[in-house]
T-cell receptor
């Protein structure tokens, strides 16, 4: 079974530029998460989708970050304009949306963003 | 608001030692707790998941325990090896479909 795919793996941009990240979850997984992991910290949820609807975006800086999950499969996360403090690893995860059980989350390899 | 803390932040041990990593959380109303491993430049690999009704889970040389009432979990690694060197993260989930709230991780180095 293929895992969660993310691209690009690395991105270097200058502040005020725009950047987009792509995620393809595990086939059949209805729930998709984007996390931000700043160096030395644990990941922090930015946004959670259930199919193509947003479940939780309370920690998404909406003035500069946006995300979409058209057709309930792939997702893109965009930053416009980027700031120095956006330098981090952006992790995508997915899980089945079962009504019982662990609903374990599976993580992709992440995209490492450096903002200069 | 749930907060997760991991102690120590870094740990260095000689090969072959048994070791314990600690995780504490402030709100005992959790759905489950998960331990992850993260290698440099890589994503997260799930090691063990403990449901709120369970006390422990084991996989090979790893054993994770959960004490909900005291808000604590431990990850025990037996007979450590240099290949165990990585950052270990614990995370709690408050409800079935909800987000994971992570600790800051423990960076483990096992010296040959």
């Amino acid at each position: 079974e293929a895992g969660v795919a993310q691209s690009p793996r690395y991105k270097i941009i200058e502040k005020r530029q725009s950047v987009a990240f792509w995620c393809n979850p595990i086939s059949g997984h209805a729930t998709l998460y984007w996390y931000q992991q700043i160096l030395g910290q644990g990941p922090k949820l930015l946004i959670q989708f259930q199919n193509n609807g947003v479940v939780d975006d309370s920690q998404l800086p909406k003035d500069r970050f946006s995300a979409e999950r058209l057709k309930g499969v792939d997702s893109t996360l965009k930053i416009q304009p980027a700031k120095l403090e956006d330098s981090a690893v952006y992790l995508c995860a997915s899980s089945l949306a079962r009504t019982s059980g662990s609903n374990e989350q599976f993580f992709g390899p992440g995209t490492r963003l450096t903002v200069l | 608001k749930q907060e997760v803390t991991q102690i120590p932040a870094a740990l260095s041990v000689p090969e072959g030692e048994n070791l314990v990593l600690n995780c504490s959380f402030t709100d005992s109303a959790i759905y489950n707790l998960q331990w992850f491993r993260q290698d440099p430049g890589k994503g997260l690999t799930s090691l063990l998941l403990i449901q709120s009704s369970q006390r422990e889970q084991t996989s090979g040389r790893l054993n994770a325990s959960l004490d909900k009432s005291s808000g604590r979990s431990t990850l025990y690694i037996a007979a450590s090896q240099p290949g165990d060197s990585a950052t270990y993260l614990c995370a709690v989930r408050s409800n079935q479909g909800g987000k994971l709230i992570f600790g800051q991780g423990t960076e483990l180095s096992v010296k040959p």
